[in-house]
């Protein structure tokens, strides 16, 4: 499926601040959640965004591409919390480190980015449905 029309990108563009803006600002609500969503919110929202991100810079792209790219690129980055120099853990010490990098490797984290994932691809033909001319 291709949405592949500029105002396209514009939505890609709301649904990716509105994922954002739910991902930075749940941390401050999770004692009133549902202790599973607590857990998983984060970095769920955080596979969204990248479904999301991808979607919106490369909006003609096959979706099963985005599917692709975007795991490829979340791996590499759950990966990268095997590799252990100075320098990144003080990278990770930071606010935007932390979101970006995390601390430790959950497969819990992989499942909760691959879902996301999936989710991002069954909201595109939600979108697509809606939007379609």
Not at 65 to 78: Q, R, T
Not at 108 to 124: K, N, R, T
Request: net charge neutral; charged share 15%.
């Amino acid at each position: 499926m291709i949405l592949n029309t500029g105002k396209n990108r514009w939505i890609y563009l709301i649904l990716l601040g509105a994922v954002i803006f739910m991902g930075l600002s749940y941390r401050n609500y999770d004692a009133y959640l549902h202790p599973f969503i607590a857990e998983y919110a984060g970095e769920t929202l955080w596979g969204l965004m990248f479904y999301l991100g991808f979607r919106f810079i490369f909006v003609s792209i096959n979706a099963m591409l985005i599917l692709v790219l975007s795991a490829i690129m979340i791996a590499g980055i759950e990966y990268l919390q095997f590799f252990d120099a100075q320098w990144m853990d003080t990278l990770r010490s930071t606010k935007p480190g932390m979101i970006a990098f995390s601390h430790g490797f959950e497969k819990a984290d992989m499942w909760c980015y691959l879902s996301a994932l999936g989710f991002g691809a069954f909201l595109e033909l939600i979108v697509f449905n809606l939007f379609r001319n």
